[in-house]
């Protein structure tokens, strides 16, 4: 079984920053990708970042030069700097994992964390 520690979720103004956390842990004998996505009140939840094992990075085209992941393979730990922050990225956001596990594939969702954007 995994684990997922999510943080840094919150209240800011507009142009604010914010950065987001999510540890994983458990029986992870490789990340393939960590992810992070988001779920706006009435929205599907969409793709925000990703970064592989291989370091590959994508990001949707709404955040690119505001977002910035990152990860410590040392900590299984991703990372979400939000900069210039706007309203309309007000959501709760979700840490995804793909990882092998103790014999298998699998897959794992954070609990979410809120960020509200607003004056």
């Known amino acids: 079984q995994v684990q997922l520690m999510e943080s840094g979720g919150g209240v800011v103004q507009p142009g604010g920053s914010l950065r987001l956390s999510c540890a994983a842990s458990?029986?992870?004998?490789?990340?393939?990708?960590m992810n992070w996505y988001r779920q706006a009140p009435g929205k599907q939840r969409e793709l925000v970042a990703a970064?592989?094992?291989?370091?590959?990075?994508n990001y949707a085209d709404s955040v690119k030069g505001r977002f910035t992941i990152s990860r410590n393979n040392a900590k299984n730990t991703v990372y979400l700097q939000m900069n210039s922050l706007k309203p309309e990225d007000t959501a709760v956001y979700f840490c995804y994992v793909d990882i092998w596990g103790a014999r298998t594939r699998e897959n794992y969702w954070g609990q979410g964390t809120q960020v509200t954007v607003s004056s």
């Open positions: 458990g029986s992870i004998r490789l990340i393939y990708s």
């Open positions: 970064v592989t094992s291989g370091g590959r990075i």
